[in-house]
T-cell receptor, first 113, second 114 residues
C-alpha cells in the first residue's frame, strides 16, 4: 500500500534547538517537496528535490535545510535560525515529466516552547 | 507576486445548495490546474484537475470550469454536503522548463451548514 509518511505528527522544540522532520515515500516518486502552512498564508514552498543528492530552495528556505541521500527520504531540518518555526509542515511527492499532481503526507505540527 | 489567487478566504453555504469556489491566475504558461481539499491537521488530498485544452471536467458532484481568456477557474460542488467542509486549494502548473512544479493559492475555507 503505497504512500507518504511524515513523522512525528506533533513535535515540540525549545528555543535555539534544531529539529528534524521525517518524510518517507514508497511511491517510487522522483520529486519530493516541503511546504509550510500558516493561517491565511496557504502552502508555501520551503525546498524541493527532483533527484537524489540534489535539491533547490523554494520561496521561504531561510532557516531550513534538507538532504536527499535516498530516493525515498527527504528530511527537513528546522534550524535555530528560523525565526518563527511554529507551523504545520507538509511533505509531498510526485512523478516527473508530466502533470501528475502531488501526493501529500499527513503533516507534522511543530510548536516552539 | 502571487500567481494563483483565491480571493475569497471563506465561503458558507447551506447543505444541498451549490458551492462555487473561484481561482484566478496570472501566469499564461500554466496549462494544468488542480483542486485539493484539506481537513485540519491532515495533508491535502487531490480532488479534481483540468487541462488547458478543456473548459470543463466533471467527477460526480464536483465540476471544474476553466476560462482561459479570463485566466479564471472555478470549482462547483452540487449538492453540497457537511462533509465537504474543508479548505480548498487551487493549484496550477506549467510543463517544460518549469518541471510541472505546482503553484498553490492561499485556499478557501468552505463551511457547509446542515
Amino acid at each position: 500500500d503505497g504512500g507518504i509518511t511524515q513523522s512525528p505528527k506533533y513535535l515540540f522544540r525549545k528555543e535555539g534547538q534544531n529539529v528534524t522532520l521525517s518524510c518517507e515515500q514508497n511511491l517510487n516518486h522522483d520529486a519530493m517537496y516541503w511546504y509550510r502552512q500558516d493561517p491565511g498564508q496557504g502552502l508555501r514552498l520551503i525546498y524541493y528535490s527532483q533527484i537524489v543528492n540534489d535539491f533547490q530552495k523554494g520561496d521561504i528556505a531561510e532557516g531550513y535545510s534538507v538532504s536527499r541521500e535516498k530516493k525515498e527520504s527527504f528530511p527537513l531540518t528546522v534550524t535555530s535560525a528560523q525565526k518563527n518555526p511554529t507551523a504545520f509542515y507538509l511533505c509531498a511527492s510526485s512523478r516527473l515529466g508530466g502533470h501528475y499532481g502531488y501526493t501529500f503526507g499527513s503533516g507534522t505540527r511543530l510548536t516552539v516552547v | 507576486d502571487q500567481q494563483v489567487k483565491q480571493n475569497s478566504p471563506s465561503l458558507s453555504v447551506q447543505e444541498g445548495r451549490i458551492s462555487i469556489l473561484n481561482c484566478d491566475y496570472t501566469n499564461s504558461m500554466f496549462d494544468y490546474f488542480l483542486w485539493y481539499k484539506k481537513y485540519p491537521a491532515e495533508g491535502p488530498t487531490f480532488l479534481i484537475s483540468i487541462s488547458s485544452i478543456k473548459d470543463k471536467n466533471e467527477d460526480g458532484r464536483f465540476t471544474v470550469f476553466l476560462n482561459k481568456s479570463a485566466k479564471h477557474l472555478s470549482l462547483h460542488i452540487v449538492p453540497s454536503q457537511p462533509g465537504d467542509s474543508a479548505v480548498y486549494f487551487c493549484a496550477a502548473s506549467a510543463g517544460g522548463g518549469s518541471n510541472y512544479k505546482l503553484t498553490f493559492g492561499k485556499g478557501t475555507l468552505l463551511t457547509v451548514n446542515p
